[in-house]
């Protein structure tokens, strides 16, 4: 979430806080991969590009009208926080997380709206190096940004968004999920805390 205020920061991650609660069913496509969905990858392999297409390869950037495609896959991966953020409660480490898939980078549009959701990790311990894994199935064809947060304080409900203390993710790493339902791994740290 680099290059953004605490503000944007903060409306960024109400939209994840959004995703996690309001959606109906997790792992729904949720609106707009249809229109948007990015050619799939031909070897199940997760793109992890710092820019979309930029290793001359096949991956299109998400949200781009590419050959439409159908199908799904199983997205899952680990989250992960530095073990030095870990302190005492209520910023110790065990909450609730949250993950989605973007069209767009939710780390710089703070309007971003998500495709698909993860089911909510509940009552999760990420102290020490610990990591706690994630699963999205089904998650639906196409190239799109990940990106989640963690409720450290286990308040996110009652508060409406995410809090200081907070983690979230400082980059939105791109993942091409193929429509041949296989399982595809990208691991998610979330390396940055909420001032």
């Not at 998400?62 to 997205?75: E, H, K, Q, Y």
């Not at 993950?99 to 509940?122: Q, R, S």
């Amino acid at each position: 979430m680099k290059g953004l205020t605490p503000a944007g920061r903060r409306t960024s991650i109400a939209r994840l806080l959004t995703l996690a609660i309001a959606l109906a069913a997790p792992g729904c496509h949720c609106g707009g991969a249809g229109d948007s969905d990015a050619a799939p990858g031909t070897d199940g392999a997760v793109a992890t590009d710092s820019a979309p297409g930029s290793d001359g390869g096949t991956d299109a950037a998400p949200g781009t009208d590419a050959a439409p495609c159908t199908g799904r896959a199983i997205l899952r991966g680990n989250l992960s926080m530095p073990a030095a953020s870990c302190g005492a409660a209520p910023d110790d480490c065990i909450g609730d997380a949250y993950v989605a898939i973007f069209d767009v980078d939710p780390a710089t549009n703070p309007t971003a709206l998500p495709v698909a959701t993860a089911y909510p990790l509940m009552d999760i311990d990420l102290t020490g190096d610990m990591v706690v894994e994630y699963e999205m199935d089904p998650a639906p064809c196409g190239t799109y940004y990940l990106n989640g947060f963690f409720d450290d304080d286990q308040n996110v409900i009652a508060s409406g968004m995410p809090d200081s203390g907070d983690a979230v993710s400082s980059t939105s790493p791109i993942v091409t999920i193929p429509g041949d339902f296989s399982t595809i791994m990208q691991d998610l740290p979330l390396d940055f805390r909420l001032p």
